[in-house]
């Protein structure tokens, strides 16, 4: 994935049709991953820090109870959503900035919308960390800021935008097949242009990190952590620093020009292989959702 995405999810038309391809290449490892999802989330879960057994049931209790919800709730969300993006890409339409925006600030919207849920339950189980459990947190946290440091951060400033553009090309690559040779300098020379943005979205990633760390040392209580796990997902402008706030706007808009750009430099063979994929996707959530009522239905 290009770099900035990593630490915002909702960037670009590729990056958000990478989302939705859930990091699968074909339909049926989508239909697989989704049905595992609650062990993956679990997994992931118990990797941050390391809990008791009561702690542990309780994880497991939640997970299957969002993933409940989720069948119900999110596939139809997921569906209109891409037939939304689909519908932005036909060939009689010129894909535009403004195109770009919409579909993201959709995306950003469903993003909330499937981890809306898990912020009052998260609170709970934060709320029961010891002091023990609470330092493991932090510090498994500033290894994986770490570790994305090491990747988009440690050579020289053209060496960090050169790998972005290597990132770039290889994402877009991923989705709509073998690029040219022109494609790809065009490619590399928009991304160069792009502001970079990685060190802010670090930064303010590992200054909300923190200000939780803080509440959790301070027993602050459930309520007072999910308001700001709420605020950190609903308004995370709010912490961000005026020099952030304003790196992180230049970001989104000029990604928004590049990925319209990017688009028009694809060949029409590209462009409907792109539209493949979003069909297959869409038929896949519904497959899911068709799934979910069926066994709902028989357990009724």
């Not at 057994?53 to 209109?80: C, F, G, S």
């Not at 960390?129 to 570790?147: G, P, W, Y």
């Not at 440690?154 to 050169?162: A, F, H, Y």
């Not at 301070?218 to 706030?245: D, M, S, V, Y």
Request: overall charge negative; proline content about 3%.
């Amino acid at each position: 994935m290009a770099p900035e995405q990593a630490a915002n999810m909702k960037k670009s038309l590729f990056i958000i049709l990478a989302l939705a391809l859930l990091c699968c290449g074909g339909c049926s490892r989508v239909t697989i991953g989704y049905n595992h999802a609650d062990w993956y989330l679990r997994y992931k879960i118990n990797d941050y820090t390391s809990f008791h057994a009561p702690q542990k049931d309780e994880i497991h209790r939640e997970v299957d109870l969002y993933m409940r919800w989720h069948r119900k709730n999110a596939l139809p969300e997921y569906t209109r959503f891409l037939e939304n993006f689909h519908d932005a890409i036909q060939p009689d339409r010129r894909v535009q900035a403004e195109d770009i925006a919409r579909i993201k600030d959709d995306s950003y919207r469903l993003y909330k919308t499937t981890v809306a849920p898990f912020i009052l339950p998260a609170a709970r189980l934060l709320n029961t960390l010891d002091s023990r459990q609470i330092e493991e947190l932090r510090k498994t946290l500033a290894e994986m800021n770490l570790e994305q440091k090491e990747e988009s951060l440690s050579g020289s400033d053209q060496e960090n935008l050169d790998q972005r553009a290597e990132r770039t090309v290889d994402f877009v690559e991923g989705l709509v097949g073998n690029l040219s040779g022109e494609q790809e300098d065009k490619i590399r020379e928009m991304s160069l242009r792009l502001p970079f943005a990685t060190g802010h979205y670090i930064e303010h990633r590992e200054a909300n990190q923190a200000a939780l760390v803080t509440l959790l040392n301070n027993h602050a209580g459930e309520e007072k952590i999910a308001a700001f796990l709420w605020l950190w997902l609903n308004a995370p402008e709010a912490t961000r620093t005026p020099l952030q706030q304003q790196v992180m706007l230049s970001y989104d808009s000029a990604t928004d020009e590049m990925s319209a750009r990017i688009y028009a430099l694809l060949t029409d063979r590209q462009k409907n292989r792109l539209r493949k994929k979003i069909i297959s996707l869409i038929k896949d959530f519904q497959n899911l959702a068709t799934e979910t009522r069926t066994v709902r239905d028989a357990s009724n």
